[in-house]
């Protein structure tokens, strides 16, 4: 079980550098363009900032958590992980 709290740790960590990237890179954008899109992406990429911040924070301060619980989270924050990921390689095209 701890491999897997260890994955979902590391892929929570990793969406937040990434989007801190993201929204650094559409601060920019934005601070030039004034879309009302970037607006929003940069709107949401912090809330899912926030989340993965929780997230991290609840992985390294939890009580113990049944095992399904654990694999579930790993497989979400890892689907996450993958879906910012294409998102931070568009965005930094």
Known sequence: MSLMLDAARIAAGLNVLLLLVMIGVWADTYREV???FTLASIVFAAFLLAENAVALYFYFTAPAMPTVAVQVMMILQILET????????????
Not at 82 to 93: K, N, S
């Open 34 to 36: 004034r879309a009302p």
């Open 82 to 93: 993958a879906g910012i990921g294409v998102l931070t390689y568009v965005t930094l095209q």
